[in-house]
């Protein structure tokens, strides 16, 4: 069946530092989205990506989508204590009723 | 609209009582999820209605897990008997249509404690 993997599994940051996670697919996606879940809190959709190259931004969040569209990442610049959480990965084949999350990244940032 | 709502949010039980998660999904969604999440397993999808039918339950536990969907306001997750390993926080999720194109929105989550 379809995997995702997501690496870091953890990623600890000064502030001010740059942060990336990467997410992989065994299999070709038709999009992937984004989650963010704060400690203590529930995942909350970010963004999603459909084609093939494609990047996004979200102030100091960038998000791209492999060209293979097999693979994407995220890129936080200058990380805030308020980026701290898990950021998920969530591959999705054409209107599947379910997406395949990955194990997620753990994000924490030292003042 | 008040999103996603999840009741109770924290339910402490014993070994061998009967638990129930309760749901309210977004009004007008017609996919709902369940999930459970912990740190050693991560994300687990358990089971997800698509109109109040059940598409897939092939993430649920075993046959102590049960769900409903009566209609389009309510699902319920049922645990009997429940177990400690069966602690957990359970997320149920909605979406507008195919998730896959239009995303999850989540609820605040139960959290489980089976002693």
């Known amino acids: 069946g379809q995997q995702v993997m997501q690496i870091p599994q953890y990623q600890h940051v000064q502030e001010g530092e740059d942060f990336t996670t990467y997410c992989n697919s065994s299999t070709t996606l038709s999009n992937i989205q984004w989650y963010k879940q704060r400690p203590g809190g529930h995942p909350v959709f970010l963004i999603q990506l459909v084609k093939s190259g494609e990047v996004k931004k979200q102030k100091r969040l960038t998000f791209q989508f492999g060209e293979a569209k097999k693979n994407s990442s995220l890129h936080i610049t200058a990380t805030q204590t308020t980026d701290v959480g898990t950021y998920f990965c969530a591959g999705n084949r054409v209107n599947a009723g379910k997406s395949t999350f990955g194990d997620g990244t753990t994000l924490t940032v030292k003042p | 609209d008040a999103g996603v709502i999840q009741s109770p949010r924290h339910e402490v039980t014993e070994m061998g009582q009967e638990v129930t998660l309760r749901c309210k999904p977004i009004s007008g969604h017609d996919y709902l999820f369940w999930y459970r999440q912990t740190m050693m397993r991560g994300l687990e999808l358990l089971i997800y209605f698509n109109n109040n039918v059940p598409i897939d339950d092939s993430g649920m536990p075993e046959d102590r897990f049960s769900a409903k969907m009566p209609n389009a306001s309510f699902s319920t997750l049922k645990i009997q008997p429940s177990e400690p390993r069966d602690s957990a926080v359970y997320f149920c999720?909605?979406?507008?249509?195919?998730?896959?194109?239009?995303?999850?929105?989540f609820g605040s989550g139960t959290r489980l404690t089976v002693v």
């Open positions: 999720a909605s979406s507008l249509a195919y998730p896959t194109n239009y995303g999850y929105t």
